[in-house]
């Protein structure tokens, strides 16, 4: 039964808490860490809703999703996210749909699903008294769970919230919280007590895609962006079965669909809005009735153990010698300080080479993948 355990959340998390005592993947910090390996999905489209420029980790005057990855953590009992790029810090948000279970989910977006961020789930969905049509995904993808964020407001803050996607409607979703960066280099996360999840974001990339349809560049090599972690018993997941994500940028009022998504548009492709080619449409519900995945070239989602793109990321490999060990240590250690963006070595790209850099490097000493 999808998401059962959400009918006992509390005890449920706190069972699964205290039975996890294993060393966490990850650290949950808006930065790519070398447990996730090598991305799954990588962007090959410029954004169409601003090309961040500002990289600083809390503000940004722009959003793109530049890479894609996930790792299944069976030990602790969490699936990891990352998604490379940024967010703009003007409310716009970032929908993310997780098919988790091969038997349910919806391939097109229901109606009467929960409430969540003032109904932006359902305004997605199918109008079944005017016919409309929901967004609609690939054949091959049937979401199980929505996670929605976003970010904005003074003192710059992240809101999340999660949702059920039942076969037939209903269920269970709620509010996961906010968190507040601590000044415009400082880090957040959003650790949320009921559903377990966890989430944060840097917004410091000013690299990835550019703006330019003409020269749009490559979303590979970014390595701070959108981070999230979620109990795989809010999945429903068998164990076995693939784990694939959908995820794109949306308006503000989620009703006018960009052109970053994961997995990525056809090259050239403008934002999709509510009809498919860019036009707002508007409405309750059915506001994105014009946009079908399946219609397009391609997949719009990725899987968790699907190939990797973008080549071999390695983290901490400052001499491209295949290896991290002392000589990229010594070297890190050489250029601690302010840094110029770009500089190797200032794996958080907060123009500073610190403790915090130093912790990624030692947390993938050894060989490449």
């Known amino acids: 039964m999808k998401l059962a355990y959400v009918a006992s959340l509390t005890v449920s998390v706190m069972v699964c808490a ?4 294993a060393q966490a993947v990850v650290l949950i910090d808006g930065t790519l860490d070398g447990g996730y390996g090598n991305p799954k999905a990588a962007q090959s489209v410029h954004t169409g809703f601003g ?3 500002d990289g600083v980790n809390s503000f940004a005057n722009g959003s793109e999703l530049d890479a894609g990855y996930a790792k ?11 998604l490379a790029g940024n967010l703009e810090s003007n409310f716009n948000k970032l929908d993310v749909f997780i098919d988790s279970d091969a038997t349910g989910g919806q391939n097109e977006i229901r109606s009467d699903n929960p409430d969540i961020d003032y109904n932006g789930l359902n305004k997605m969905g199918r109008d079944n008294v005017n016919g409309y049509a929901g967004l609609k995904f690939d054949a091959g993808f049937a979401a199980d769970v929505c996670i929605m964020t976003t970010i904005g407001g003074d003192p710059v803050t992240q809101y999340a919230n999660i949702a059920q996607m039942l076969t037939d409607g209903g269920g269970a979703g709620g509010y996961l919280g906010n968190g507040v960066f601590s000044g415009p280099t400082g880090i957040n996360l959003i650790d ?13 990339n000013t690299g990835g895609v550019s703006g330019d349809s003409a020269n ?4 590979c ?9 979620i109990p795989l018993a809010l999945l429903a997941w068998d164990g076995v079965s693939d784990i694939k994500i959908c995820a794109f940028i949306n308006g503000n ?12 548009l056809p090259i050239g492709s403008g934002n999709l809005g509510g009809d498919g080619v860019g036009g707002y449409l508007g409405g309750f519900p059915g506001a994105l009735r014009g946009v079908d ?7 719009q989602f990725f899987s968790a153990t699907g190939p990797d793109v973008c080549g071999s990321v390695c983290l901490g490999d400052l001499n491209d010698d295949k290896v991290v060990d002392s000589s990229d240590m010594g070297g890190l250690l050489g250029a601690f300080g302010p840094c110029a963006p770009g500089t190797p070595g200032d794996f958080n790209e907060d123009l500073v080479i610190d403790s915090a850099d130093l912790g990624s490097m030692l947390g993938v000493f050894g060989a490449c993948p």
């Not at 007590?193 to 974001?201: A, M, R």
């Not at 749009?216 to 979303?219: I, L």
């Open 293 to 299: 995945f399946a219609a397009i070239d391609g997949d």
């Open 253 to 264: 009022g989620h009703d006018y669909v960009s052109n970053q998504v994961l997995g990525s």
């Open 51 to 53: 090309n961040a420029s």
């Open 192 to 204: 949320d007590q009921v559903y377990g999840c966890q989430l944060s974001i840097s917004n410091a």
């Open 221 to 229: 090599g970014v390595i701070t962006g959108i981070e999230m972690r």
């Open 72 to 82: 299944i953590d069976m030990d602790n009992g969490y699936l990891y996210l990352f």
């Open 18 to 21: 205290s039975a996890t005592m």
């Open 216 to 219: 749009p560049g490559s979303g």
